[in-house]
């Protein structure tokens, strides 16, 4: 309960992140699947911490101190996530179907980042691209799109 009066009057300066971004804010939803993404394979790389805050940056237009707020607050929101339902809902509301197919596209960047798509991954965009309603025609087709630019850069 103190917590939340604390919360509530803004004194607590973790809680700096919260106001930066709102509790409603829907790059907190993505960026949580993201962080989450990047986790399921018990394996964090470098290239995929890099490749996490390019994606918002560029994605938003953040600054790097609004990148950095970002990712510890959507590492924050995944720990306390019980599921991939509260951040998805929350997209679903707010994002069109372009957006929605966005949030895939971001999230197969993120797969791609260390180079492969562990079956956990895949599962991951899976189950994330169905509950926003993103067919499975279009996440293949968003997934071929990824890799073919992702081995472009890499030449």
């Given at each position: 309960m103190l917590k939340a009066i604390r919360e509530w009057l803004q004194f607590d300066d973790a809680d700096h992140d919260d106001r930066a971004f709102g509790p409603d804010d829907h790059r907190v939803a993505v960026a949580a699947l993201l962080v989450h993404l990047v986790a399921i394979d018990g394996e964090i790389t470098e290239d995929e911490r890099r490749v996490l805050r390019e994606v918002l940056t560029n994605h938003y237009d953040l600054t790097p101190d609004d990148t950095e707020a970002l990712v510890k607050l959507a590492k924050q929101r995944d720990e306390e996530a019980v599921d991939?339902?509260?951040?998805?809902?929350?997209?679903?509301?707010?994002?069109?179907?372009?957006?929605?197919?966005?949030v895939v596209e971001m999230m197969w960047e993120m797969g791609f980042a260390d180079g492969r798509i562990s079956e956990f991954e895949d599962n991951t965009v899976w189950r994330v691209a169905e509950l926003l309603g993103v067919t499975s025609r279009e996440r293949i087709e968003i997934k071929k799109r990824v890799e073919a630019r992702m081995d472009r850069n890499a030449d």
């Open positions: 991939l339902y509260g951040f998805t809902s929350v997209l679903k509301r707010v994002l069109d179907e372009d957006g929605r197919k966005q």
